[in-house]
């Protein structure tokens, strides 16, 4: 029920509007639902008929993860074991849900944001795998434990980097690879770090960035940009990265909590989801890539120019 003393606070909101208006002819307030619904609109319009393809793979990918996570949930169940692997899943499935809304609202800074804790979660995941006191110490509910305490002692540092390090080298993936793994991920976190510490580059570029017609726009609303088609592609990669090193890890039968089943016996929608994306994956992925490299890419000079003069 809510308080009676708060109850009329939209109408006092009107009044005190309704009183400006009187006074200096000017609306007192934006009209936000109106406005945001009409720019997610010619947002759709834009994505449907530019970037439809990479759209495509990223809703393909959510997929993925969501059997990803019912798979996980089903051992489960069964099994008594890997309640860690449910909910960082499920962590995963909300942090793209959340990722696709702020891609059709436009809003690449908000993207940003929520990729960081995205490929953060997908690291823990794959820590757990390999480390089953991690992974017993990260699901324990029969105590609490200081999140940030955890955190430092477990995660921060090189330290996860070091976990999932091991789980590659024991799915034997080449050395080559595993650097390139290791840093592309490193590199990814520093450049979302830029956007979620609001330095004043990430936030310059996300200003002055073109949209898809290379037309300058300083719209706040919501904008589809031209950075849209390579932050889709790392979305991308990071959901086929993962996927293929957690199938490994059911194929080779790496942690206790998969390794009493067979790939055969795997859920049918999984297998399908994982198989279709690779799929895809591989066959557009040059293309795309390609397509995504050919936006301008002038703001980057223009960034590194800052940072030398700041």
Not at 71 to 92: M, P, R
Not at 106 to 134: H, M, S, V, Y
Not at 172 to 194: A, G, H, N, V
Not at 253 to 279: C, D, R, T, V, W
Request: hydrophobic share 35%; with cysteine; glycine share 2%.
């Amino acid at each position: 029920m809510k308080d009676e003393s708060i109850k009329h606070i939209k109408q006092q909101s009107k009044k005190l509007d309704k009183a400006f208006k009187k006074n200096f002819g000017l609306k007192g307030s934006v009209e936000l639902d109106n406005k945001l619904e009409s720019q997610s609109k010619k947002n759709k319009k834009i994505l449907d008929k530019e970037l439809e393809h990479y759209l495509v793979l990223f809703d393909d990918g959510l997929n993925l993860i969501i059997q990803i996570h019912e798979l996980c949930k089903s051992i489960q169940e069964k099994n008594k074991t890997g309640l860690s692997f449910v909910v960082l899943s499920s962590k995963l499935i909300t942090l793209l849900i959340g990722i696709r809304k702020m891609i059709y609202s436009g809003l690449p800074d908000c993207i940003k944001n929520l990729q960081r804790p995205f490929i953060e979660t997908i690291d823990i995941f794959l820590a757990c795998i390999i480390n089953d006191k991690l992974n017993e110490s990260f699901s324990s509910t029969n105590e609490l434990y200081d999140n940030n305490d955890f955190y430092w002692k477990h995660f921060s540092k090189d330290k996860l980097p070091n976990e999932y390090k091991k789980l590659f080298d024991k799915l034997s993936i080449t050395p080559e690879y595993i650097q390139f793994l290791i840093d592309r991920r490193k590199k990814q976190k520093s450049f979302l770090s830029e956007s979620i510490h609001s330095s004043f580059s990430a936030s310059f570029s996300n200003f002055i960035m073109t949209d898809l017609n290379f037309e300058f726009s300083e719209s706040y609303w919501g904008k589809i940009t031209s950075a849209y088609p390579m932050m889709l592609m790392d979305l991308i990669q990071d959901i086929y990265i993962f996927d293929q090193i957690f199938y490994k890890v059911l194929e080779q039968k790496i942690n206790q909590n998969f390794g009493k089943i067979e790939i055969s016996q795997l859920n049918p929608m999984y297998l399908h989801a994982h198989y279709k994306y690779e799929a895809l994956y591989n066959n557009n992925w040059e293309s795309l890539y390609k397509a995504a490299e050919s936006y301008p890419k002038f703001l980057n000079d223009v960034i590194e120019e800052i940072k030398k003069q700041s």
